[in-house]
């Protein structure tokens, strides 16, 4: 299970990661870009590039001033800080939802229908809200998007809005206060996480090794760029 999923925000065509978020913040920080290049380890004329690439979409985010009364430097823009407060706002939703499992898969996207993709995973055929251009992508879903169902009585494909299925196996139960934590393998490198009520654990016997169907919806799955995907430099 992938805790530490980023933040990933989309610019026109860019998209803007923590290594962008912490650029900027340097440079507000040491008044420089060169400062700011040195104090996060990276080469001057990389971290000058990336701004370049940024500003392209989202316009001036680093005003360059030359040596005067108030000495030379760099100082970001309005836009720039109203670029990191998005950014910010971004990564605090995601850090809400932190305690909260979810599986990851990386795949690769076979179609696209306007803003939805079909993507192609070891688990199986994923649909899912396409946030990148990039045909290798990382879907996302959290589990409590998920529901679970007995093989036996799930429902087919054209009767429910949940068209994401997996059929797997029961691989551990951890019970809790009144809920209990369902552990399945699906075919992917970590486990699908479900937590269930103790009534529901009951209602659908679900214990090692017996077969169960996930269904979720694509709306409720994320596509986004897999690492390196998008052209950026790790």
Do not use: C
């Amino acid at each position: 299970m992938d805790a530490g999923f980023e933040a990933h925000l989309r610019v026109g065509g860019e998209t803007v990661d923590e290594r962008d978020a912490a650029l900027l913040r340097a440079v507000a920080a040491e008044g420089s870009l060169n400062a700011a290049a040195s104090t996060l380890g990276r080469s001057y004329s990389r971290a000058h590039a990336r701004i370049g690439d940024l500003e392209d979409e989202a316009g001036p985010l680093v005003e360059r001033r030359r040596g005067g009364t108030e000495g030379g430097g760099s100082r970001l823009t309005d836009a720039a800080r109203e670029l990191l407060a998005e950014f910010d706002r971004l990564q605090a939703a995601l850090a809400g939802t932190a305690a909260t499992e979810r599986l990851v898969l990386d795949g690769r996207v076979a179609e696209r229908n306007g803003d939805l993709v079909t993507v192609e995973t070891d688990a199986g055929t994923v649909r899912a809200l396409g946030l990148t251009d990039a045909d290798d992508v990382r879907v996302a879903f959290r589990s409590d998007a998920v529901t679970l169902h007995d093989p036996e009585r799930a429902p087919g494909g054209g009767e429910t809005s949940a068209r994401n299925r997996f059929r797997g196996e029961v691989v551990g139960v951890d019970r809790g206060d009144g809920t209990a934590l369902v552990r399945i393998d699906v075919g992917a490198t970590d486990p699908l996480a479900v937590r269930v009520t103790e009534t529901s654990l009951e209602t659908l016997g679900l214990e090692p090794d017996t077969d169960v169907v996930a269904s979720f919806k694509a709306t409720a799955t994320r596509a986004t760029a897999a690492p390196g995907a998008d052209g950026s430099v790790e």
